[in-house]
């Protein structure tokens, strides 16, 4: 399966700042999604990021908080803008084939705000 | 929408005996379950997927059954060993969308 790294893999924020988040896939992919997993918790889908198009986004996730960009097929950013306490996440980056199909995820960003 | 129940939410068993878990989902259209396992400071990774056209799947220790007809799936894993100790989601989805449905978790703990 396709090797999926993101950066930063954690990082400490301050309210009200932003924060992007890369997805970089060693080979070229149909989907890629982002989710969010908020501690303890299960995985929560933000997104579909589209390839040349605007994103998907799921009931409860807007674009203005969650801007996500896909240049190309095989890397993805997402932004988490403004943020605060409750934006205190792990950010996970998944690449998939298409309906039917597996997905696969990268380790993940681990974001605090402070 | 979809709705994926999981059991149960923590699962502790010893070394060498044998890890079920559970899952439920609500929409007889969901015809792909994949089972991911989450390690510690790690992302999901797939351990094992089923179809709805088939009704158990095996890979060494672990086993995936499905019962369409009652809409509930399970992992069941083998000989536990303690390096299987980690969180299991089930995942459920639609043929024709991409989207997943996950349950919401299994921390398992396999004691030495």
């Known amino acids: 399966s396709a090797v999926i790294s993101q950066k930063p893999s954690r990082d400490i924020c301050q309210r009200g700042t932003s924060l992007t988040i890369q997805c970089q896939v060693d080979?070229?992919?149909?989907?890629m999604f982002w989710y969010r997993q908020q501690p303890g918790q299960s995985l929560t889908l933000i997104a579909t990021a589209n390839q040349g198009s605007e994103a998907t986004y799921e009931s409860g996730f807007v674009i203005d908080k969650f801007p996500i960009s896909r240049p190309n097929l095989t890397f993805s950013t997402l932004t988490v803008s403004n943020m605060s306490p409750e934006d205190s996440s792990i950010y996970l980056c998944?690449?998939?084939?298409?309906?039917?199909?597996?997905?696969?995820f990268g380790d993940g960003t681990r974001l605090s705000i402070l | 929408g979809e709705n994926v129940e999981q059991h149960p939410s923590t699962l502790s068993v010893q070394e060498g005996d044998s890890a079920v878990i559970k899952c439920t989902y609500s929409?007889?259209?969901?015809?792909?379950f994949p089972w991911y396992k989450q390690e510690l400071g790690k992302g999901p990774q797939l351990i094992i997927d089923?179809?709805?056209?088939?009704g158990e799947k095996k890979d060494q220790r672990i086993a995936v059954t499905l019962n369409k007809t009652a809409k509930h799936f399970s992992l069941h894993i083998t000989e536990t060993q303690p390096e299987d100790s980690a969180v299991y989601f089930c995942a459920a989805s639609l043929y024709n969308f991409n989207k997943f449905y996950f349950g919401s978790g299994t921390k398992l703990n396999v004691k030495p």
């Open positions: 089923i179809r709805s056209n088939v």
């Open positions: 998944s690449v998939g084939e298409g309906a039917g199909q597996p997905q696969h």
């Open positions: 929409d007889s259209a969901s015809n792909y």
């Open positions: 080979s070229q992919v149909t989907m």
